[in-house]
């Protein structure tokens, strides 16, 4: 299986050469993906160097330009470093474009801390108005890149990821949360690349799973659905970034509802012992075996 960056370079690639308002900036990372690109668009694709201020500040320029800006480095670079020019270059001048991350947790856990970004989610939750995409799979990936593109003059965050699902599940620009199976003790919702180990961990639970490759907007009449009937509502948060992201948008979705949510992701607390992925999910507890004890600690009536 290719990977969720190598789909997005191909497939931005290929949307270059239809869409001649279409942009590409990048930082030095990724530009061997682009390189075919650059040879048949050098004035489309832009490579500003290690400068992530600029390459935000460039998309920008291109956007106020009526250009369709795709703007890609490291989460931590991208979101974290130049957040100020997302802020203003995008938000304060009223233009759109798509940000498309990688390496957001700890997806090169030998990088350290300095590429590591599991708050990007939270930080853009920030400003108003981001759409954001957490695909689990490269052919997620590919057709909300697409539609992201598509996107007249909308902001859009797509966060790739190095951790992927076996099995891709159909996703919409639009969002919305698909529900893989329904149980009666509980909802669990698995975000992204952390489906498939929800899965595992939930096998043989009474309960409900919905899927979201898209957090942002948040998919409330979905959630509202999923309790619907009961007398109050228990929601467990699988996300793959900072714990409890996405618990306020759950509570709000369900305000109406005596209900408690338990949000699950990365700890605040750093690892500072650098391992494999499958490592660092042991570490915060989200494989399999971590999220079977901490969901059914929560959900006393999924068992």
Known sequence: MDTMRDRFAATVSGLLD???????????????GFAEARRAHPDRVINVGIREQLLVGTGGGLA?????????????????????????????????????????SYDWPAGGYTHMA????????????WTQHVPGHPDEAEALLR??????????????????????????????????????GGVVVAVGPMLDNVLAAV??????????ATVRPFDGAALRA????????DVV??????????????ND????????????????????????????????????RSLRERITGFLPGAH
Do not use: C, W
């Open 18 to 32: 239809t869409d001649p308002r279409l942009a590409v900036v990048l930082a030095d990372i990724g530009v061997a």
């Open 64 to 104: 106020l330009a009526g250009m369709r800006p795709v703007v890609h480095t490291f989460a931590s670079f991208l979101v974290e470093r130049a957040f100020e020019q997302i802020k203003l270059d995008f938000g304060h001048q009223g233009t759109g474009g798509v940000l498309v991350s990688a390496a957001g």
């Open 118 to 129: 599991p708050g990007d989610v939270a930080l853009l939750d920030t400003l108003d108005g």
């Open 147 to 184: 539609h992201a593109v598509g996107a007249g003059d909308a902001k859009v965050y797509v966060r790739l990821s190095a951790q992927v699902n076996t099995v891709p599940r159909p996703v919409a620009g639009d969002g919305g949360f698909l529900v893989e199976r329904q149980g009666r």
């Open 203 to 212: 096998e043989g639970l009474d309960v409900t799973v919905l899927y979201a």
């Open 226 to 233: 999923a309790v619907a009937g009961g007398d109050r509502a």
């Open 237 to 250: 948060l699988v996300e793959p970034y900072l714990a409890g992201t996405s618990t306020a948008a759950a």
């Open 253 to 288: 979705a369900l305000n109406a509802v005596p209900h408690r949510v338990l949000g699950l992701g990365v700890r605040r607390g750093e690892l500072r012992r650098y391992g494999s992925i499958e490592e660092h999910l042991a570490g915060q507890g989200l494989d399999p």
